[in-house]
């Protein structure tokens, strides 16, 4: 949650940096060692933003969207220099509102055909390639005693299964693979200022690939959700535009696998963690499906939302200033 300024008598946490190397490593574990009580509610200058860490204040702010807006849920965390706002601008990678940052009732107006159009038909359609895509991922492992779970699996497996879904051409998938590391960047990292010419420079190739994809799919529509979207336009070209299809499809090219790859790593990860579990796990398989849904849980470790006005979420009395501690250390074919 972020506003211009830090409300008067607001507890301010020197130390809370959710890019530090130490919260990126585990983010759960250093939440646990925030000394919250007294300040479930406390302002972070590292990132600018009011951090608000109780479940039932998390619940009211996702539930009250009268009060707070999504509208800046992928905004770039730190300032962009001049020439990368013009990249960018010039690319049609324009301050517009994205399906994610929409509040209702803009939301639903792209929610409802995006959810028509990823039917559960389409859904369990798509089972036999999950499983065919895993085996053979898996099967390039082989007998290997070592490997990069993210870089065999966690990370190839859903990127290719959203791309596939979205109708790129598989000879396509690395080339997104390699965009979207520049996604997050842009978004949730603090790119030096040197680097931000590069990212703009490849979100504007990232952001024309995927318009180039829906106009071949208007032309040669095929049996995919991007075909799928342009039909429901077809329909009716204002309810649903093609760009904001490419806009969804954007969305959708990164957050779509994203998730699943820190749910894959993070699952093995606690597994690894206590051998008893991971042992109980192999001499019972049918204890899969309850512990991949326990690990979903969690969820993401941070969201932002901006109040549209005064919030009902007000700071707790003024606690200790806390110090910061040393960190540890192509087109469409």
Not at 98 to 107: A, G, I, R, Y
Not at 125 to 142: F, H, N, S, W
Not at 244 to 259: C, K
Request: charged share 20%; proline share 11%.
């Amino acid at each position: 949650m972020t506003t211009t300024a830090t409300a008067h008598g607001c507890p301010v946490d020197d130390s809370f940096d959710p890019l530090a190397p130490a919260f990126l490593a585990d983010p759960y574990a250093a939440m646990s060692a925030v000394p919250l009580t007294g300040t479930p509610v406390f302002f972070a200058p590292s990132i600018g933003y009011y951090v608000i860490t109780r479940y039932a204040d998390i619940e009211a702010v996702f539930r009250d969207p009268a009060a707070y807006s999504a509208a800046v849920a992928q905004a770039p965390l730190v300032p962009l220099v001049a020439e990368a706002q013009r990249i960018l601008l010039a690319g049609g990678h324009k301050p517009a509102p994205s399906m994610v940052s929409l509040d209702e009732p803009q939301h639903a107006r792209l929610r409802k055909p995006a959810a028509r159009a990823f039917s559960m038909k389409r859904v369990t359609a798509m089972i036999p390639t999950i499983e065919a895509v895993t085996k053979r991922l898996l099967d390039q492992v082989g007998a290997a005693t070592e490997f990069d779970l993210v870089a065999a699996l966690a990370f190839p497996l859903p990127a290719n299964i959203v791309f596939s879904l979205m109708g790129v051409p598989e000879q396509d998938f690395a080339q997104l693979k390699h965009w979207c590391g520049y996604r997050a960047a842009l978004s949730w990292g603090r790119p030096a200022p040197e680097d931000q010419v590069e990212i703009a420079t490849t979100i504007t190739a990232y952001r024309a690939y995927i318009r180039d994809l829906v106009d071949v799919k208007a032309n040669e529509p095929g049996d995919d959700l991007t075909s799928d979207l342009i039909a429901i336009h077809d329909e009716d070209p204002e309810r649903l535009r093609l760009d904001e299809i490419s806009s969804i499809l954007f969305s959708l090219s990164f957050a779509g696998h994203e998730t699943t790859t820190g749910l894959i790593g993070n699952t093995v990860r606690r597994l690894l963690e206590d051998p008893a579990r991971w042992a109980d796990i192999v001499r019972q398989p049918d204890l899969i499906p309850a512990n991949t849904d326990q690990r979903s849980r969690p969820g993401r470790a941070a969201v932002r939302a901006q109040p549209h006005r005064d919030h009902p979420l007000q700071p707790q009395a003024p606690g200790p200033r806390r110090s910061r501690p040393p960190e540890t250390p192509a087109k469409p074919s």
